[in-house]
């Protein structure tokens, strides 16, 4: 039976971070992966720019959540 990750934390804010922790991870290995196929012709530099976005998105929510800790 796989268990809730919520119910792994003391608060809803620690949660908050560990998603937001991994939301930033994820966007970075996502841009890092569109840079590589973007040098072998596979994606197209709009895709890279949305995935640059992303990123910043992520990373910014990281440090609102970062704050409210």
Same mark, same amino acid.
């Given at each position: 039976? &796989?268990?809730?990750?919520?119910? $792994?934390?003391?608060?809803?804010l620690e949660h908050a971070l560990?998603?937001? =922790?991994?939301?930033?991870? &994820?966007?970075? =290995?996502?841009?890092?992966? %569109?840079?590589v196929k973007r040098d072998a012709?596979?994606? *197209?530099?709009?895709? @890279?720019?949305?995935?640059? *976005?992303?990123? $910043?998105? %992520?990373?910014?929510?990281?440090? =609102? @959540?970062t704050r409210e800790q």
């Amino acid at each position: 039976m &796989e268990q809730n990750p919520a119910l $792994e934390h003391d608060t809803t804010l620690e949660h908050a971070l560990d998603v937001a =922790r991994s939301n930033a991870k &994820e966007a970075k =290995r996502l841009l890092d992966d %569109a840079i590589v196929k973007r040098d072998a012709g596979e994606v *197209n530099d709009d895709r @890279v720019t949305q995935l640059q *976005n992303l990123l $910043e998105l %992520a990373n910014e929510d990281l440090k =609102r @959540v970062t704050r409210e800790q």
